[in-house]
């Protein structure tokens, strides 16, 4: 239950009156909205004691009379646009001359609920105003949300790019300072470290440009037929190199083939990723098994790993943006923290649905699932 | 006391950062342990008490630093503790230990910026062990 505080500015006591007996004893409520809204309605005479009490109580819906005996409503009106207020305003009046309505229209009342009124007219219109109010409070709220978040993401993302110039920085000025030594040779910690942490750099550069392809490029006329053992193919290939190095054996079985209605970089992204982690966090020795399946309205795509696993809480977070599972297991393993968030919002743009299953030490299983009928892309 | 006799507890979870710094100390006659998590440096902590202690503040939790800030003075009270760190830098949050009240929540003896110079570091840990 909220309560929202109504003001009534108007010299007829009887009308104040009525409104506060109305209104005293309402509630409105929506299927959408969190919980029932009641009133608390205080009243004010003049508009000069309506805006001190506006600065004393911050009301969230003002009534307000246009004619008064010192300044009018549309001034009182003027004063609340001018100072920003979260305020919303319905103007009540016997007669409203077209200037008046214009004005008062103009700087933000957004009802006018004619004098006389019965109780119902004014319950049909607070129920308005409420739901505006609601919607408007809403509205703020994610766009700050929104804003959050994103200033979150910058300021990881500049972490995340700063840490390996901070580190290439310290090497190079070690060896700026010769401080190990004469010889090229004394540095060969510093240089090879410095290599992979560009190799890093440059894996997270790649990252975000996928994470921007997703966000900006999206585009109906690339939708196309997609065979999905040819994009996986393709992706195993490219990480094949890295795989013979692991020792890791990828093995693709493809039990339908699928074809579904995609975007092809879209879905490189998904098995490129996939496949590669299956490999990087995998044992030497290993196995990565994807399989390529379908139901009859899905296509059912699953990577999994012989690898080092995840712990039940670490997989909480996996999909978030910069996460990274940090223990002894991973230290030597380099990545972004961008690859399943890009995965998942890619799987969700399709309205498809991701889910991992980990043993520790056992190895990690991806399942996707994927609406195999033409979809709308959101 | 000599700092070929001064043992100091590095912890920082950017392994890079972790050798420059160790490398530093050493070259400056320092022993150090270091540890790359919150995790190994507590339990570093419960074995051993080093003679000063320089902590990350984000590894495992974004508040990993102050965490072992307050165990380390919890178990050692006399232990100096700087807590290095870029935080201030990339978040716009910036907070010191120079006012009274900061000092009593955050248990560090010195905050320092990550990016300091070898000769810096060295001079400031001079400075907490009255060398």
Redesign the interface.
């Known amino acids: 239950m909220a309560v929202l505080k109504v003001l009534v500015i108007d010299d007829e006591p009887g009308i104040r009156s009525g409104v506060s007996r109305i209104l005293n004893n309402f509630h409105v409520t929506y299927p959408f909205m969190d919980e029932d809204y009641t009133y608390n309605v205080t009243e004010a005479a003049t508009g000069e004691d309506g805006i001190a009490i506006l600065e004393r109580d911050m009301p969230d819906i003002l009534l307000l009379d246009n004619k008064l005996p010192g300044i009018q409503g549309v001034e009182v009106l003027e004063y609340i646009r001018k100072r920003n207020y979260d305020i919303v305003v319905a103007m009540i009046t016997s007669y409203a001359s077209l200037d008046v309505a214009i004005r008062a229209t103009r700087d933000g009342a957004i009802d006018f609920i004619p004098k006389p009124f019965t109780p119902q007219e004014l319950k049909s219109s607070i129920e308005n105003i409420t739901k505006q109010q609601y919607l408007k409070r809403i509205t703020n709220k994610m766009k700050q949300d929104g804003k959050k978040i994103r200033y979150q993401f910058l300021?990881?993302l500049?972490?995340e790019l700063?840490?390996p110039l901070?580190?290439l920085?310290?090497?190079l000025r070690?060896m700026q300072g010769k401080?190990?030594g004469e010889l090229i040779d004394d540095y060969a910690?510093p240089i090879e470290?410095s290599l992979q942490?560009i190799q890093g750099m440059r894996n997270l550069i790649m990252d975000l440009l996928d994470f921007t392809k997703i966000r900006l490029e999206r585009k109906e006329e690339k939708i196309e037929e997609v065979n999905l053992a040819e994009v996986a193919a393709s992706a195993i290939g490219t990480v094949q190199p890295y795989a013979i190095q692991m020792d890791v054996n990828i093995n693709l079985d493809v039990r339908s083939d699928v074809i579904i209605m995609a975007d092809p970089g879209d879905m490189e992204i998904v098995f490129n990723n996939l496949i590669s982690n299956a490999v990087k966090y995998n044992k030497i020795g290993g196995k990565a098994d994807i399989v390529i399946d379908s139901s009859d309205s899905e296509a059912i795509l699953i990577i999994s790993d012989t690898g080092i696993g995840i712990t039940k809480n670490d997989t909480e977070n996996l999909f978030a943006e910069f996460v990274r599972i940090?223990n002894e297991k991973t230290?030597n393993i380099s990545g972004s923290g961008l690859g399943l968030s890009i995965v998942k919002k890619v799987v969700e743009l399709y309205h498809g649905t991701i889910k991992v299953d980990s043993t520790p030490d056992v190895g990690t299983v991806f399942t996707i699932r994927l609406p195999k009928k033409p979809i709308t892309i959101t | 006391m000599k700092k070929s006799d001064i043992t100091i507890l590095v912890a920082d979870d950017d392994p890079d950062y972790l050798f420059q710094t160790v490398f530093s100390l050493e070259k400056a006659g320092y022993k150090t342990v270091a540890v790359e998590s919150q995790a190994e440096a507590e339990s570093v902590i419960a074995k051993f008490k080093p003679d000063l202690a320089i902590f990350d503040l984000m590894m495992e939790s974004d508040d990993s630093g102050f965490i072992l800030c307050y165990k380390i003075k919890r178990k050692y009270p006399d232990v100096p503790v700087i807590l290095a760190t870029a935080v201030s830098h990339e978040t716009g949050l910036s907070f010191s230990i120079d006012s009274e009240q900061e000092k009593s929540w955050i248990r560090a003896d010195k905050y320092l910026e990550k990016g300091i110079r070898p000769e810096q570091l060295d001079q400031e840990i001079m400075k907490l062990l009255k060398l």
Request: proline content about 0%; charged content about 30%.
């Open positions: 300021s990881v500049s972490h700063k840490a901070n580190a920085e310290g090497y070690m401080q190990a910690t470290r942490r940090k230290r």
